[in-house]
């Protein structure tokens, strides 16, 4: 059943569900939908233009373009001529720096790059000159002009014609996607027709993915966790993908594609949980109670419920009574047809896991990787443990080895990194397994549990180990806060590097009729310090001394993929924010002294 490839599994869909919507994309701010049919012949279409243009097997052709039709038919039109795609990271307003692009493109010996439009071509023009294998570039929006040296996507596509799909082995290279790059250089994944079909079919099956499902896409097809699980998992399908105009309007694109599988990140959903709560906060006191108490006593019922334990008669009356007046709610948010909510590439807070569940929604945790097409395991309607990352999906093997490193074994996991032999026998042993650097255990009824990394774990000059995720989740669930990173190997005690939630300090700058020349002055303020400060010892009280911070700087700047601080996939690149903040961070230890520097320190 596994032995095809992306556009064999992607055709017999296409003959199941002809008349089907596939994607939906705004225009004029209506979405208007591409029936399976239409996307085969627009696929069709722009596979004759590439192969007239001399695109052939196992040539490799970049993206750079955030999600809509255009990217997923110049996928599928590629890898049916048997190329490989090549796919980098953006959003809109947001592309990676130029040298990362060249190395990307020059390392793969990239043939041709699908562009999404001249604002992005136009950061990029200048350094084509010095990547000598790209042969062409072609632009999804563009204006008919002569004498210009890109082509238009509409002038590539040639209907009416037709070619065959090239003779190409489940085995063989689908796609080359470059890691984040956490530490180093990035790597070429090498993912296989197999490894990505056997995984999206395992991802559609453990969370029982149909053909009546929606999904609205808007984290970057660049990252496999977006493109294998709302992508081809929901083609495979039969469903249906509608495409956010951008990140910052899919809130309300949802209240017109009406998804009813959402696919997230915890920053994400930590985000929405927190503006959620805001206005929770500064609502009426009535309201305010009725919240409350909705999620204390749909708590104490899914307890109970667990446990399967006695539910006294006046907890279910209650019970009914709340979720009628304020979980009902909740559930009418992004068009109310929410039944799935999964939730992957780093851990979630369990407390706002709790929340969302208790609430009404079906929040699945998973954990995969890139280098496994990315699903390894994920909690399932009929097996949802919070705090976990659930069972292996079919096919997949998991295994603790040392130091509770996580291994995996499986048809998805890849092939190895793209001229990195060395760098490939690293993390794949001589049985297959793969070592992901990851640490966890299994709980007594299998689920798999992640308790750190073993490059992020911290270990004190006291010899206590403490992995920072989750105390960062912890205070990243202040709404004055948007990102942390914990600091501290080799030292006495934990400091933090906080970048405040800027919107929010701002209003609360107004409340408090605060005045201030600019941003940075603002984060100065004992106000603002000191507001901060209250959430950061708030969310960290219960731990021990020696998993408690001591001292935190506030940074302007957030952490981003465009200044190198967050991996496309929004991780913390630790290496990268202490390279660029260290004196802040040493301030915190009292090595360097700078006056500039204390105005935005705070020692606990």
């Given at each position: 059943m596994n032995d095809r490839t992306i556009y064999q599994a992607f055709s017999e869909s296409v003959k199941e569900h002809a008349d089907r919507t596939a994607l939906m994309y705004k225009k004029d701010s209506e979405y208007q939908p591409i029936t399976y049919r239409e996307l085969s012949?627009?696929?069709?279409?722009?596979?004759?233009?590439?192969?007239?243009?001399?695109?052939?097997?196992?040539?490799?052709?970049?993206?750079?373009?955030?999600?809509?039709?255009?990217?997923?038919?110049?996928?599928?039109?590629?890898?049916?001529?048997?190329?490989?795609?090549?796919?980098?990271?953006?959003?809109?307003?947001?592309?990676?720096?130029?040298?990362?692009?060249?190395?990307?493109?020059?390392?793969?010996?990239?043939?041709?790059?699908?562009?999404?439009?001249?604002?992005?071509?136009?950061?990029?023009?200048?350094?084509?000159?010095?990547?000598?294998?790209?042969q062409n570039v072609v632009l999804f929006d563009a204006r008919p002009e002569k004498n210009v040296d890109y082509l238009r996507f509409e002038d590539l596509r040639k209907t009416g014609e037709e070619c065959e799909a090239a003779a190409v082995s489940p085995d063989e290279i689908a796609t080359i996607v470059y890691t984040s790059g956490t530490t180093g250089e990035p790597k070429g994944v090498m993912l296989t027709h197999r490894n990505i079909v056997s995984n999206a079919l395992a991802a559609v099956e453990h969370c029982g993915f149909t053909s009546d499902d929606v999904v609205l896409s808007y984290l970057p097809l660049a990252h496999m966790f977006e493109r294998t699980c709302d992508y081809y998992g929901v083609l495979f399908a039969g469903g249906s993908v509608g495409y956010a105009e951008d990140l910052t309007t899919a809130a309300q694109d949802s209240e017109k594609v009406r998804p009813t599988v959402v696919l997230a990140v915890p920053?994400?959903?930590?985000?929405?949980?927190?503006?959620?709560?805001?206005?929770?906060?500064?609502s009426s006191p009535i309201r305010k109670g009725l919240v409350n108490s909705a999620v204390k006593n749909l708590n104490e019922l899914a307890n109970r419920k667990y446990r399967s334990e006695n539910i006294p008669l006046l907890l279910k009356v209650k019970c009914s009574i709340l979720d009628k007046l304020v979980a009902s709610k909740f559930r009418k948010l992004c068009g109310g047809r929410i039944r799935l909510i999964v939730s992957g590439a780093a851990p979630l807070n369990r407390q706002i896991a709790k929340t969302f569940y208790v609430l009404g929604y079906n929040i699945l945790e998973g954990?995969?990787?890139?280098?496994?097409?990315?699903?390894?395991?994920?909690?399932?309607?009929?097996?949802?443990?919070?705090?976990?990352?659930?069972?292996?999906?079919?096919?997949?093997?998991?295994?603790?080895?040392?130091?509770?490193?996580?291994?995996?074994?499986?048809?998805?996991?890849?092939k190895g990194y793209y001229n990195k032999p060395e760098e490939t026998a690293k993390v794949i042993d001589k049985e297959g397994w793969l070592h992901t650097g990851d640490q966890g255990v299994f709980d007594e009824k299998g689920h798999l549990k992640i308790t750190g990394r073993i490059k992020e774990i911290i270990v004190t000059s006291g010899g206590k180990n403490v992995a920072p995720a989750p105390t960062e989740a912890r205070i990243s669930m202040s709404s004055y806060i948007d990102q942390v990173m914990l600091y501290g190997d080799q030292k006495k005690y934990l400091v933090?590097?906080?970048?405040?939630?800027?919107?929010?300090?701002?209003?609360?700058?107004?409340?408090?009729?605060?005045?201030?020349?600019?941003?940075?002055?603002?984060?100065?303020?004992?106000?603002?310090?000191?507001a901060i400060k209250r959430d950061i010892v708030e969310a960290t009280t219960d731990l021990p001394s020696y998993g408690q911070i001591k001292a935190f700087a506030l940074i302007p700047e957030p952490f981003s993929p465009e200044n190198e601080m967050l991996t496309p996939t929004l991780k913390l690149k630790r290496t990268k924010i202490v390279e660029r903040y260290n004196d802040f961070l040493e301030n915190m230890y009292g090595v360097v002294q700078s006056t500039d520097l204390e105005r935005h320190i705070v020692h606990l």
């Open positions: 012949q627009m696929v069709d279409a722009v596979a004759v233009g590439l192969q007239q243009m001399g695109v052939k097997k196992e040539d490799r052709i970049a993206i750079i373009s955030y999600n809509r039709p255009e990217w997923v038919i110049s996928d599928l039109a590629t890898l049916k001529l048997g190329g490989i795609v090549v796919p980098l990271y953006y959003t809109p307003g947001h592309i990676l720096p130029v040298s990362l692009i060249s190395y990307m493109i020059n390392d793969s010996k990239t043939r041709m790059i699908f562009i999404e439009n001249m604002e992005v071509y136009s950061c990029i023009r200048e350094a084509l000159k010095n990547m000598p294998t790209v920053y994400v959903i930590e985000k929405v949980y927190a503006a959620a709560f805001k206005k929770v906060e500064e954990y995969g990787l890139t280098e496994t097409s990315p699903v390894v395991a994920c909690n399932s309607l009929d097996d949802n443990c919070l705090g976990t990352v659930g069972r292996p999906v079919s096919g997949v093997e998991v295994r603790i080895g040392d130091n509770s490193e996580i291994l995996i074994r499986g048809p998805n996991v890849m933090a590097l906080v970048v405040p939630n800027q919107p929010v300090i701002e209003e609360f700058a107004g409340a408090q009729n605060l005045t201030f020349k600019n941003y940075p002055e603002l984060l100065s303020r004992d106000e603002v310090k000191n």
